[in-house]
Nanobody
Framework: QGRLVESGGGLVQSGESLRLSCDSSGVVILGWYRQAPGKQRELVAVLTDGRDTKYADSVKGRFTLSRDRAKNAMYLQMTSLKPEDTAVYYC???????????WGAGTLVNVSG
């Protein structure tokens, strides 16, 4: 059974940086989403066609997606954080067939202004 585990969240001040990690077991990691209190889950950064990355307009220029294939891991480097970035950040992926979707339990990012 596949599994995704996020880490790296925390409480930071506005303007600071954080790096989130997603470790995979048996899952092809596709990207990151987030859900702020009272809002729907939204895309943050995802791989498209396995090579390019699509970013939400709100994070372009501030967040960078990267991955380490050897470690089956994906990272989200977040800089110039803003209070509106406060959310639970989730890692998303599929099994090798693409038929089953996986989500991690999430990691909380709290940006104080």
């Amino acid at each position: 059974q596949g599994r995704l585990v996020e880490s790296g969240g925390g409480l930071v001040q506005s303007g600071e940086s954080l790096r989130l990690s997603c470790d995979s077991s048996g899952v092809v990691i596709l990207g990151w989403y987030r859900q702020a209190p009272g809002k729907q889950r939204e895309l943050v950064a995802v791989l498209t066609d396995g090579r390019d990355t699509k970013y939400a307009d709100s994070v372009k220029g501030r967040f960078t997606l990267s991955r380490d294939r050897a470690k089956n891991a994906m990272y989200l480097q977040m800089t110039s954080l803003k209070p509106e970035d406060t959310a639970v950040y989730y890692c998303n992926g599929n099994d090798l067939t693409g038929a089953m979707e996986f989500w991690g339990a999430g990691t909380l990012v709290n940006v104080s202004g």
